[in-house]
């Protein structure tokens, strides 16, 4: 389980709580997300960043509250900025290097696939973030929902500007195969 979202789920629902025992928060995190190790393991993480408080009252009895919450989410928001920032960047680059020199069919083929599935993967997140309203407040929300649509809008005109014919249908093809390929996985 992705450690980013069993962060999220610990948030939320100290968001939605306030101060909350120690047990119940685990409880409730783990009926959602992720195993008792991981969450434990990922409060303790909260609570040494100063995003979460830790009171501890005795053995049996320790209540957790955030800190800051509009900071804390501001805080997510801005590492999942970073990351798109660096995609966008990295689909401008690779649509100058496209123009300057011919690169192999299967090489733009790869590096486009590659790109997209990196920016569904940040789109999927943002769409799951849509659901908590503390996260759809934060004005780097509509940043980065801006963001995702410059890199679609990227990566399709360098799709459509490719000299061959089947560039698109080989990178639908390919794109539905590996998601084929992951769900047996499971």
């Known amino acids: ?9 610990i948030l939320r629902v100290l968001n939605e709580s306030g101060k909350i025992r120690g047990t119940e928060l685990t409880s409730r995190v783990i009926k959602r997300v992720g ?3 991981m969450v434990h393991r990922e409060i303790s993480l909260l609570v040494e960043s100063g995003e979460v408080e830790k ?31 660096i995609i966008f960047e990295d689909i401008k680059e690779f649509k100058q290097i496209i123009e300057q ?10 590096t486009i696939i590659h790109l997209i599935h990196i920016v569904q993967s940040i789109d999927g997140v943002m769409k799951l973030l849509s659901h908590y309203p503390t996260f759809k407040k934060d004005r780097m929300f509509s940043q980065i929902t801006r963001k995702i649509s410059d890199c679609w809008e990227g990566m399709m005109e360098i799709i ?27």
């Open 101 to 110: 020199n011919k690169l192999e069919f299967q090489e733009r083929l790869r």
């Open 160 to 186: 459509v500007h490719q000299p061959e014919e089947e560039f698109l249908n080989e990178v639908i093809g390919n794109l539905r195969i590996s998601q084929i390929g992951t769900e047996s996985v499971n």
């Open 35 to 37: 195993n008792e190790k």
């Open 55 to 85: 009171k501890m009252y005795s053995k049996s009895h320790i209540e957790y509250q955030i800190i800051n919450i509009s900071e804390t989410v501001n805080n997510q928001l801005k590492g999942v900025h970073k990351e798109i920032e």
């Open 1 to 9: 389980m992705d450690s980013d979202i069993i962060r999220t789920e």
